[in-house]
């Protein structure tokens, strides 16, 4: 069994820009460091969920530059795999030039595996004779593999971010707990837990607040024109436009590539946007003490890996909606009532609310999903809190675990295809 601690240093970590090309450009990275020389060539065959949802999305720091195929090429000049899903943090013109290069001399290729779901990546880089290969599976840092011609480097039968010491991750335990068991995690918090849990809430209202500043302009400026149209209601208590501007605005901004980190949750920036900012707004208003906050907010990332460790870290349906507004209902309504069964119920009516939103890849429209999943994250946790919770009914099933499970085989067994689909419809513009 594992720490509070250990869970949220292994499921609550800063990322920079979307975590699909994130792996792929830690892939890269890591493969470039067994090299001595510059880079000639890149290929990186990816998962359809990688590929899908790397195509649109801003990569930081490029004013705009979109694609895996950016983010596989700016990370075999300036990508450090040290730095984990910030891999491109130190990004300069001189290297955002040199990708593009690279690029134009079509020696840069990102190409998807429609047998391959879920977190997969391999990226093979070449230098003159040389060529090394990393191989990434089941967590967006999880490397499995690296080989410098043919001779393996580096093996690991497990992705080794997020496991324990038996050699579990700690999403495959997360996957066989009960829900109580799992949140009554956020009992055991100290101090030094509260700090690095309100860490992230510091780092994602700051990229919320770049989003709704009148002086950027980061993708569709969701968040920024519904505050701006909220007219004086914004600040009253009526919290809802306020939490969707909030949490849509720290979208826009980071779907647009604005280099700036945000506090993930499960594996995806954007699940820690919606598990973060809605709990956080709330209890800002409520004026809640920090402890508490911090408890409430650990709560919505336990809830949320609990929804995600069973539907796959990549999936057809829209986690930061599904899985992460669960989440932030929970922490909500934990935060109001420190009640794990009412925070259960709230997760039920988010289920039965949004469990068909799919996944169509990350790019600026997410803002809108993140706002969607964080609105009505605290709907339903005011219906709970109104004495309020679904029967059993559609997908809705008798308990929590029942209704993930359900979940669960709708997505497997009814959109099974689904990624194939969409990356066709995508393709077709690149044609």
């Not at 024109?225 to 436009?241: K, V």
């Not at 939103?357 to 429209?365: F, I, V």
Request: glycine share 10%.
């Amino acid at each position: 069994m594992f720490t509070i601690r250990e869970f949220l240093r292994a499921e609550v970590k800063p990322a920079l820009g979307c975590t699909e090309p994130g792996a792929v450009a830690l892939a890269v990275a890591r493969a470039r460091e067994e090299l001595k020389g510059k880079v000639d060539a890149v290929c990186a065959v990816v998962s359809d969920s990688i590929y899908k949802n790397g195509v649109d999305v801003g990569i930081p720091g490029t004013d705009g530059l979109r694609g895996n195929n950016v983010a596989a090429s700016l990370s075999a000049f300036c990508g450090k795999s040290e730095y984990g899903l910030e891999v491109l943090k130190d990004c300069s013109r001189e290297d955002i030039s040199a990708a593009m290069d690279l690029l134009k001399e079509n020696a840069v290729q990102v190409v998807p595996d429609l047998e391959k779901h879920g977190v997969y990546v391999k990226a093979s880089v070449r230098s003159g004779k040389d060529e090394a290969v990393c191989i990434i599976e089941k967590s967006h840092t999880g490397i499995t593999e690296v080989t410098l011609n043919e001779k393996t480097v580096f093996s690991a039968e497990k992705p080794s971010a997020g496991s324990t010491g038996a050699g579990k991750s700690i999403t495959d335990e997360v996957a066989g707990m009960k829900f109580g068991d799992l949140v009554s995690l956020v009992d055991t918090m100290d101090e030094e837990d509260v700090e690095y849990v309100m860490a992230g809430v510091d780092m994602n209202m700051a990229i919320a607040e770049y989003g709704l500043d009148p002086a950027h302009s980061t993708g569709l400026d969701v968040g920024k024109t519904i505050r701006d149209h909220s007219g004086p209601c914004f600040d009253s208590e009526d919290l809802s436009m306020k939490i969707k501007a909030y949490a849509a605005s720290a979208a826009d901004a980071r779907m647009a590539g604005t280099p700036m980190p945000v506090m993930s949750s499960a594996g995806s920036g954007n699940h820690g946007v919606t598990a973060i900012l809605p709990v956080a707004v709330c209890a800002a208003h409520y004026k809640k003490e920090r402890e508490e906050t911090a408890k409430a907010i650990a709560f919505s990332h336990l809830a949320t890996s609990y929804v995600k460790s069973r539907t796959g870290r990549l999936s057809p349906t829209c986690g930061c909606t599904v899985a992460a507004g669960a989440g932030a209902a929970a922490g909500i309504t934990y935060l109001m009532t420190k009640d794990a069964e009412k925070a259960a119920e709230a997760m039920l009516l988010i289920l039965g609310n949004l469990a068909g939103m799919m996944c169509d890849g990350a790019k600026y429209t997410c803002a809108l999903k993140v706002g969607t999943g964080s609105l009505e994250a605290y709907h339903a946790a005011l219906i709970v809190m109104a004495g309020h919770h679904p029967e059993a009914q559609g997908l809705v099933g008798h308990n929590l675990e029942n209704t993930v499970n359900n979940m669960v085989t709708v997505s497997k067994n009814g959109m099974e295809n689904l990624d194939r689909a969409i990356i066709e419809v995508i393709n077709q513009r690149f044609a």
